[in-house]
DNA sequence: GTGGGTGCAAATACTTTGCAACCGA
DNA sequence: TCGGTTGCAAAGTATTTGCACCCAC
């Protein structure tokens, strides 16, 4: 299947890139819908579906629906207990990680994802 | 709110403690039901969203359905990516990570989840 | 008796999909 | 023209919830 210019794949990539939080679908819908009046929800979730199939963008599952990240250098998440927001960790990737868990389950193992939870500095009372 | 005893989620903890899958929701309620013939699935996932909101077991999420596990001690997940299976992975859990995380992002950090993806041994031609 | 728990069904949340029209190569 | 893409709506999957009844304490 050859994969086809559209201007709504290619603006959604271009939203997704733009921004540094992870929006849901719905995000993106309401984003995209001010330039582009009619796109459809079907259409947002259809090519973000097809963009995290091909690599070009990153699904982040968790609580809640979907979250979507136009940064696909592997890196690790953060996830508010308080409000719910998702951030990026700057931190080193352990890749050393993957070796241990394949000895362990004699499984080929090719990736893993780290999600951190706790209270972000924005919930967090100052004082 | 005071919790009172029920078969139903007794039996419940003593399934899902029971077994070493990683079970959704539905296949509990399947497990349960020839012992409890008319428990319903809107009780499986009320009992099953309590005690992991208290501690007492686990909630996995990742793509398709929540799985349960009822071993509370942390430790690490893979995902087949083939047949979908989860599995644990016995290596040691990294805390140190946790406060590198919660330094990068001046955070609270209480935890964090790893996930690993690939072939699991079943799952891999063997040849 | 009182309040938490249950079964059942309806509702909700999120995501996918069928279809006819549309548009890029 | 051909086949991928879209908008729309309907369907599908997963989970939660309202309510009357039931049961543990």
């Known amino acids: 299947m050859i994969q086809k210019y559209s201007r709504q794949?290619?603006?959604?990539?271009?939203?997704l890139r733009a921004r540094k939080d992870h929006p849901t679908a719905d995000d993106i819908?309401?984003?995209?819908r001010s330039r582009i009046p009619n796109i459809s929800?079907?259409?947002v979730y259809r090519n973000l579906s097809s963009l995290s199939?091909?690599?070009q963008i990153t699904r982040i599952e968790g609580e809640g629906p979907d979250r979507f990240d136009g940064d696909v250098h592997p890196h690790y998440h953060f996830a508010c207990r308080h409000c719910?927001?998702?951030?990026?960790v700057d931190i080193d990737i352990d890749n050393a990680l993957d070796e241990r868990a394949a000895s362990s389950l004699r499984a080929q193992v090719d990736g893993h994802r780290v999600m951190f939870y706790g209270v972000?500095?924005?919930c967090r009372p100052s004082h």
Chains 1, 2 share one sequence.
Do not use: F, H, K, Q
């Not at 819908?29 to 995209?32: K, P, Q, S, V």
């Open 41 to 43: 929800l079907g259409t």
């Open 120 to 122: 972000c500095a924005a």
């Open 84 to 88: 719910g927001r998702v951030l990026d």
């Open 53 to 55: 199939a091909s690599g």
């Open 9 to 15: 794949r290619e603006m959604l990539l271009e939203e």
């Open 29 to 32: 819908y309401a984003a995209l």
